[in-house]
C-alpha cells in the first residue's frame, strides 16, 4: 500500500502546480517575479545556474553537468559561457542555432537529453515557473497581449522585455471569445512536457521524398475547412509542428545535416527574427532555443557546400570531442553499467581503469613535445604526476592538437566488449585482463578497421597491459607490505634519521653499535630511486621531507608513514623489492608451508577488505602477479 500512498502524494503535488487566473492576475505575478516572462535562453541559463556553478583551477563546473557527462569541463565551460549566457543576456548569440559537432557516441545526445529534461523539472519549480495563454497551441506568453505601442512604457514600469507578437491561433480567440478585452483572457501555467508535446520538441530526418514540412510548421485540419471555409482561417489549422510546440522551450533537430534544404530553410527566419512561415498565415512568432547535432563528416560535407552559407552563418558551432581522461572514462563505462541489470557480477578493481586506458589513448594525438608519449600525455591529461613534467604543461600539449579527442575509439565499443565479458556464461567476477580480451576480440570481429588501425589498436591494447601490470604488482605490493608493517616502518625512521643528518651536515648513530657514522648514502638513494628521484634532485627531495617533519612538529602533529605519499610509495616498493623473492614464492606456490598460507590469507584479506577485490579476483591477482614476478 505504501506504493499508492506515494502515487496519491505525487497526484496532490502535480495538482498543486495547476493555476488558472486572469491577465490582470498574471501582471500581478510577473510584477513580483519578473523571471516568469523570460525568454527560452534566458530560461535554460538560469535553470543551469540554479543547479549550482562553481570555480575550481580557473574552471567553472556547472553542477547541471556533473552527474550525466564526464571530463568534458572545458567543452561544457564553453557551451554555456559562448552560448547559453550570453543568449541569456538578449546578446546577438541567441538567434544561431547550436550545433553540437563531435564523433558518435561523444556525448551530443546525452547534453541535449538533459537540457529538455533538466527544462521539464525546472518549469515544475517556483524558479521556473512560467505561464501560457490558456488555449494557445503555441502556449503563448501572455505578455503579447500588450499592444508594440505600450511594450517601452510596459518594460520601464515592470522591468520585463517582451519580444514577439500572437500567434493567429490566439488573435482570432480574442477577438471572438473575449471581444478583443485582453483584461479577461484567461492565464495558465504552462508545465514544459516532452511526452505531452508542451514546449519541447524533437525533429529526426527521415526519406526527404516523403517527408512533409508539415512535421515542422503544422497542417491544415482537413476535417474543418468546409465549417470555416479557407485555408487561412486559424481553426482550419493544425499548430502541431515541432516549430509550434516547442515555442517557450527548445527544439532538437536530430542529425540536422541529414535534413532536406527545404527543412533548414524555415530555420533561416527563425534563427535571426524569431519567426517562420506556416500555411496562408503571416509569420508567426517563436520563441525556442534551437540545439542541432551532427558528425565531422555530415559537417564537413555541409560548409563544403556554397548553397548553404546564409545558414551556416546562423549556426554556432560547438566541438563536443571524447573524454580524454581515463578517470572520467570510468565513470561513463561505471554509469552505463549501472543502468543493466548485471549488479550480480563482480567487476575487480582497476579493470574498467585498463578499459579506459586503451580507449583514452586511441584518441590522443603525438606530442612534438620532447620526452612526452602517449602514455606520459593521457597520465598529465588525468592529473598524474609525470616527472621533469608540470601540470602547466597540459595546456602547451592541449594546443599542440586543437582538434584531439575528435576520433578514436568511442565509449559505445568499449562497454559493448564488457558487456561481451560480462554475459559470459558462470561468470561471476570480471577483471582487467578479460577486458582486455574481450577488445581484443572484438578488433578481429570488426570489418570496417583497416589493417593499419587493427595494429595501431593492438598497439594500445599491449599498452595498457603493460600499465595493468604496475598496477596489479603495486596493489600486490601494498597488500604484502601490510604484512611487514614493521619492516616498513623501521625503513621509513631509518630514512628520516639519515636524511636529517644529510641536510644538517652532522653525523648519524648506528642504530645497535650507536658509532656515529656519515649519512647512509646507498640506503637514501636505494629508497628514491623507486620513485624516480635523480641524482640532481635528491636534495631538494630531502629538504623537502624533512620540512614537512618540522611543519607536523609546529603544529603538534605526528609525522608518520602516512604522511607524505610519495615517500610513502618509495618505501613500500623498496620494501616490495627486498621481498620480491619472498613474494614470488608466497604467490606461485602450489603446496604453500604454514607460513606462506598465513601471509597469502593476510594478503587476500587485505585486498577484499581494503581494496574491494573479491575472493576470486583476489586470488586470481595473487596468482597473475607471482606468474609476473617468475618471468
Not at 497526484?11 to 502546480?17: A, F, P, S
Not at 556525448?107 to 515544475?124: D, H, N, Y
Not at 488573435?171 to 471581444?179: A, C, G, L, P
Request: net charge negative; charged share 30%; hydrophobic share 35%.
Amino acid at each position: 500500500m505504501e506504493i499508492l500512498q506515494k502515487l496519491d502524494e505525487y497526484q496532490k503535488r502535480e495538482n498543486l502546480l495547476k493555476w488558472e487566473g486572469s491577465f490582470r492576475e498574471y501582471l500581478e505575478i510577473v510584477a513580483k517575479n519578473p523571471l516568469v516572462a523570460q525568454l527560452a535562453h534566458a530560461r535554460v541559463y538560469q535553470m543551469i545556474k540554479y543547479c549550482g556553478i562553481t570555480e575550481e583551477n580557473d574552471r567553472k563546473k556547472y553542477g547541471f553537468f556533473d552527474k550525466e557527462i564526464f571530463g568534458l569541463e572545458k567543452t561544457i565551460e564553453r557551451l554555456v559561457e559562448e552560448y547559453f549566457h550570453p543568449a541569456a543576456r538578449r546578446l546577438d548569440v541567441r538567434k544561431r542555432i547550436l550545433l553540437l559537432m563531435g564523433p558518435v557516441s561523444g556525448g551530443k545526445s546525452t547534453i541535449v537529453a538533459m537540457l529538455k529534461k533538466g527544462l521539464e523539472q525546472f518549469s515544475k519549480l517556483d524558479e521556473g515557473a512560467l505561464y501560457g495563454i490558456k488555449g494557445c497551441p503555441m502556449h503563448e506568453e501572455p505578455l503579447h497581449l500588450i499592444p508594440k505601442e505600450m511594450r517601452e512604457e510596459f518594460e520601464k514600469e515592470y522591468g520585463v522585455y517582451i519580444e514577439g507578437e500572437l500567434c493567429p491561433s490566439c488573435k482570432m480567440m480574442i477577438q471572438e471569445k473575449y471581444d478583443n478585452d485582453v483584461s479577461k483572457v484567461i492565464v495558465e501555467r504552462v508545465i514544459l512536457s516532452e511526452e505531452d508535446r508542451v514546449g519541447i520538441g524533437t525533429f529526426t530526418p527521415s526519406d526527404p521524398k516523403s517527408q512533409d514540412i508539415a512535421e515542422l510548421t503544422g497542417s491544415i485540419d482537413f476535417s474543418t475547412i468546409t465549417e470555416y471555409g479557407a485555408e487561412s482561417d486559424p481553426r482550419a489549422y493544425r499548430f502541431d509542428g515541432e516549430l509550434n510546440i516547442a515555442n517557450r522551450g527548445c527544439l532538437e533537430m536530430q542529425e540536422m545535416l541529414k535534413c532536406d534544404e527545404k527543412f533548414l530553410y524555415n530555420l533561416l527566419s527563425l534563427s535571426q527574427e524569431g519567426n517562420f512561415k506556416a500555411g496562408r498565415f503571416a509569420l508567426i512568432s517563436a520563441d525556442e532555443v534551437i540545439i542541432a547535432h551532427t558528425n565531422e563528416s555530415e559537417y564537413k560535407s555541409f560548409i563544403a557546400n556554397k548553397k548553404n552559407e546564409a545558414l551556416q552563418s546562423r549556426i554556432i558551432v560547438m566541438p563536443i570531442p571524447y573524454n580524454l581522461k581515463v578517470s572520467q572514462e570510468v565513470k561513463i563505462y561505471e554509469k552505463l553499467i549501472a543502468q543493466s541489470d548485471m549488479q550480480d557480477i563482480h567487476i575487480a578493481p582497476h579493470a574498467l581503469k585498463t578499459g579506459a586506458i586503451f580507449s583514452v589513448l586511441s584518441r590522443l594525438k603525438e606530442s612534438k613535445k620532447q620526452g612526452i608519449d602517449l602514455l606520459k600525455k593521457m597520465k598529465l591529461y588525468d592529473g598524474e604526476d609525470v616527472e621533469g613534467f608540470k601540470q602547466k604543461d597540459v595546456n602547451e600539449l592541449r594546443t599542440e592538437s586543437p582538434d584531439e579527442g575528435m576520433s578514436g575509439v568511442d565509449p559505445r565499443y568499449v562497454i559493448n566488449r564488457i558487456s561481451t565479458a560480462l554475459i559470459r556464461s558462470g561468470t561471476i567476477c570480471i577483471n582487467a585482463l578479460d577486458i582486455l580480451r574481450a577488445l581484443k576480440d572484438g578488433l578481429d570481429q570488426h570489418p570496417s578497421i583497416s589493417k593499419e588501425e587493427r595494429e595501431r589498436l593492438l598497439n594500445f591494447i599491449s599498452e595498457a597491459r603493460k600499465e595493468y601490470d604496475e598496477i596489479s604488482k603495486k596493489e600486490v605490493q601494498k597488500a604484502f607490505v601490510y604484512s611487514y608493517e614493521e619492516s616498513a616502518k623501521t625503513i621509513f625512521n631509518n630514512y628520516l634519521d639519515n636524511i636529517e643528518a644529510y641536510c644538517n651536515g652532522v653525523k648519524v648513530k648506528d642504530p645497535i653499535t650507536e658509532e656515529e657514522m656519515d649519512p647512509d648514502e646507498k640506503l637514501m638513494r636505494s629508497i628514491e630511486e623507486q620513485i624516480g628521484i635523480s641524482e640532481n634532485s635528491k636534495k631538494s627531495f630531502r629538504e623537502e621531507v624533512l620540512i614537512r617533519l618540522s611543519s607536523y612538529s609546529r603544529q603538534g602533529k605526528t609525522f608518520d608513514y602516512n604522511s607524505h605519499e610519495r615517500l610513502r610509495e618509495a618505501i613500500e616498493r623498496k620494501l616490495f623489492s627486498d621481498l620480491k623473492d619472498v613474494v614470488k614464492i608466497t604467490t606461485s606456490s602450489k603446496t604453500p608451508d604454514a607460513e606462506q598460507l598465513k601471509r597469502i590469507n593476510q594478503v587476500t584479506a587485505k585486498l577484499i577488505d581494503d581494496h574491494g577485490y573479491c575472493p576470486v579476483c583476489a586470488n586470481e591477482l595473487l596468482k597473475y602477479v607471482g606468474s609476473l614476478l617468475n618471468r
